[in-house]
């Protein structure tokens, strides 16, 4: 299980643990949660043509009480970083975020000499599991983002890795 | 007689026509502080909207210069009215009863530039977090040390 | 007639029996991004609305104060991410009339062309925004189908789906192909016969047409003392467009209607926008038609200064009118620049329209103010 879980449970029943993280990662259930242009994109991959329902993340949910992912997707500025927290404190455990896009990940092309307002990284406020890069990241990235949540949750790969982008330099 | 011309009539103010192909302002004219709010009823009678209304920090003169944009659905004038107040302490008399649409645009060149907009009832922040202390558009504004980070 | 001032300032103070306090957002599905909203209820009608912005304060003002006239363009397409492109162009309109510099003509038709096309697509996710709102959930899976064939066709210029970066000083980055122009034809015969569907879902509908007509009615003594501008404004019946009015570009040389609806409620903006999209695919079709050819960039130099001076340059974004008024101090870097964006405008006019309201319209109202949070905090 990632970091997802903020108190570890008492007694652990490890083979039922096993089956429930089965479950849990198969059913992700994001939190409707947009900040600025990322948002967008998490609204296209929850529509027709990358169907996020095919994954079983498909169910957005509008209150932090019935969901289990956060993805934060656009730019955190200092008056929204309270918030941010509220909404993650008040998700039940285990939960997990995801840094959706270069602003969540550092501030990304905010993260300047003159910033007085952007928070630069979310990691400041909340634990991420996982990082996509991208202003803003493409659906597809989004998708091998919840994928990879997956593999971190239950331990198995759904589908192969895909292949890299760009051939490595030996 | 130009529509601004018949607009501004009898209000003692000298308005200038730059090329309005070059600059995009069809009319501009400096006035002083106390003639904002009667210059400004005018327009809203003469169904002028506000465009915006901010400043610009000139701060090798010590000056704040307000600048107010108008312009007009039908006529398509865009008038542009500067008005010069000192650096220490900013201020200009509100429009925001004459033009309700004034207030947002006045709150926030209020928190940006630390203008005080005498008279307006609302001059809570608007885009900074309510304990702000800097006034970020000023030139001398340097980047608190706490910025992008929290605690 | 002047309360506006009342309306926006609300006080915590005691309330009566059946009175209480609402906070909407800045997480909430409605208010389409970080907006917030303070109402102060009394059951179900609304008494005040406040709404609290800069959620998302992005500095665009002070960063453009810092930053050459070339790097501010990608912040441009971060500030209104639905219309990155008429961002673009007011930028590089600017920019363009400061220097003097000329635009071939091929470059200007490919600019209106990829403009008009990203209005639609702007246009739909509004559509399929305002009817999630509304409750209904299959128009928007229409017309985020329809959207994604916009995005590919301008995926395949300019290089990315959301925040484009098309445009430069002096034309475009790079020249369109036969596949695209062929692929701009294809969707505009699709889009043309698809257009009925969208209008047998929802515009017909029952349901619908009780949810928004005659709610959130702007009056028309309320449009300029707010300063609206777009389809807000159009849905209220004056007939303002910055693309007529103070026509840039080629528009001057196309043929298009500018969409009048006189009601002022959800419903004509809801019609105008429509409306819109029908004569956005009019000026497509005419810009495939006319394409000239010839170079789509013209020389300029490598590092901009702008003699000293100031201009103003407006254009007609899907929401409205955006003018950029920059002061340009002789060096590389502005001396000031001034954003008026459509939406700064077109939510001020809320607080006073949701007085009054049942809440379930005041979202109504809301969503059909088609508004972009970042854009209205810049």
Known sequence: ?170 | MTFIEETLEGLDISVEYPDSALTGIDAQAEVSVEQIRPLSRTLFYAGLFLESVSAIDLIADEIIEGVYLFNHYEQHVRLKITMKTDRTTPKFPTIGDIYPGAVWHEREAGEFFGIDFEGSKDKRNLLLPVETTFHPLRKDFKRPEQAGKIQ | MFDSQENSTYQLEPVEDNQFVLNLGPQHPGTHGVLRVILHMDGEYILTADPVLGYGHRMQEKIAENMPYTQILPYMARMDYLAALSFNQAWVCVVEKMCGYEVPRRAEYIRVLTTELNRISSHYLWFGAFLLDLGAFTPFLHAFADREMILDLLEEVTGSRLTYCYFRFGGVSSDVDDSFLQGVQDFVEHMRSHLKTYHELVTGNVIFQMRTKDVGVILPFDTWGYGLSGPVLRGSGEKYDVRISEPYSIYPELDFEIPVERDGDCLARYMVRMREVEESLNIIQQTLDKMPDGPVRSKVPKIIKPPAGEACMAVETPRGELMIHVVSDGTKVPYRVRYRVPSFGNLSVFSRLAKGQLLADALAVLGSLDLVIPEVDR
């Open chain 1, 1 to 170: 299980m990632g970091k997802g879980s903020v108190v570890p449970p008492l007694i652990h029943f490890a083979q039922l643990e096993k089956v429930l993280n089965h479950a849990r990662a198969n059913s992700l259930w994001p939190l409707t949660f947009g900040l600025a242009c990322c948002a967008i994109e998490m609204m296209a991959a929850a529509g027709p043509k990358f169907d996020l329902d095919r994954f079983g993340a498909g169910a957005f949910r509008a209150s932090p009480r019935q969901a289990d992912v956060m993805i934060v997707a656009g730019t955190v500025s200092h008056k929204m970083a309270e918030t941010v927290k509220r909404l993650y404190l008040q998700m039940p455990a285990p939960k997990w975020v995801i840094a959706m896009g270069n602003c969540a990940i550092s501030g990304g092309p905010f993260n300047l000499d003159v910033n007085y307002s952007v928070v630069e990284g979310v990691e400041q406020i909340v634990p991420v599991d996982v990082y996509v890069p991208g202003c803003p990241p493409r659906p597809e990235a989004l998708l091998e983002a919840l994928l990879q949540l997956e593999a971190q949750i239950c331990g198995t790969r759904r589908f192969p890795e895909p292949p890299p982008a760009m051939p490595k330099v030996a």
